[in-house]
């Protein structure tokens, strides 16, 4: 189903997904859609939408939010996108692919409870086979602030030979931010590929999920670090 809109202060409307609930990939890239949805306490606004292969309008963007919350008692939030993903012409020497910009951010009220976004996590039930055909999701995600580099995401099946189905990123344990990010921007390569007339490549859903920390405020870092350096005084 569609969940109701919610008013925006432009003249359209900004669609709220709650948990299993979908819209048109199409219809929210549309002429006089502002692209944008909320999902629990995240916002996504979807960029654009390329492929020279893929009908926009036979693909679906599900809201998904965790069943249970982690230990800052936050839930994983974020989407499926539904479709036909399949290489509709196997041997042609050429991919089915499709390419997916979008952002998410912290509501405003969340951020203002400091939630911040850290993990990103990614997952597709890709299937290949035949020598040389694949199924794969790549993707490169940047701190949206500050246009910053801080990763990238592979899911993917190759002719069954090599198979990775989910990915996931921890950036403030890779980059060692206790404060996390108010918002992501996503760039997202799908590639379908049957290299022979034999060959399959194919998935029905495609994952995309963000974990949350509440961030703990500059004092409390900076009360933490003026005790470790107490006890070092101590010992010395």
């Keep these: 189903m569609i969940a109701s809109a919610l008013a925006a202060t432009s003249a359209h409307a900004v669609i709220v997904l709650g948990n299993g609930d979908s819209v048109n990939l199409g219809t929210l890239l549309g002429s006089g859609s502002d692209r944008t949805v909320i999902i629990d306490d995240k916002i996504f606004h979807?960029?654009?939408?390329?492929?020279?292969a893929f009908d926009v309008s036979l693909f679906q963007v599900?809201?998904?939010?965790?069943?249970?919350?982690?230990?800052?008692?936050?839930?994983?939030?974020g989407f499926d996108?539904?479709?036909?993903?399949?290489?509709?012409?196997?041997?042609?020497?050429?991919?089915?692919?499709?390419?997916?910009?979008?952002?998410?951010?912290?509501?405003?009220?969340?951020?203002?409870?400091?939630?911040?976004?850290?993990?990103?996590?990614?997952?597709?039930?890709?299937?290949?086979g035949g020598?040389?055909?694949?199924?794969?999701?790549?993707?490169?995600?940047?701190?949206?602030?500050?246009?910053?580099?801080?990763?990238q995401l592979s899911a993917f099946d190759h002719a069954g030979l090599f198979s990775q189905l989910s990915d996931h990123k921890d950036f403030c344990q890779i980059y060692g931010n206790v404060h996390g990010w108010r918002a992501f921007e996503v760039n997202k390569d799908i590639k379908f590929f049957a290299a022979t007339g034999q060959g399959f490549a194919t998935a029905s859903f495609i994952r995309q999920e963000f974990s949350q920390i509440l961030a703990p405020r500059p004092g409390a870092v900076a009360l933490v670090a003026l005790a470790g350096v107490a006890v070092r005084r101590r010992r010395g």
Excluded: K, W
């Design 81 to 128: 996108l539904i479709g036909p993903y399949v290489d509709c012409n196997p041997g042609n020497g050429r991919a089915h692919d499709m390419n997916l910009l979008y952002t998410v951010a912290v509501t405003p009220e969340a951020y203002a409870r400091e939630v911040r976004g850290c993990d990103t996590g990614l997952g597709f039930n890709g299937a290949a």
């Design 131 to 151: 020598p040389g055909s694949y199924a794969r999701v790549d993707e490169t995600v940047l701190d949206l602030d500050t246009n910053t580099f801080l990763g």
């Design 46 to 52: 979807f960029d654009s939408f390329t492929s020279s």
């Design 62 to 77: 599900v809201g998904f939010v965790s069943a249970t919350p982690n230990a800052y008692g936050l839930y994983n939030v």
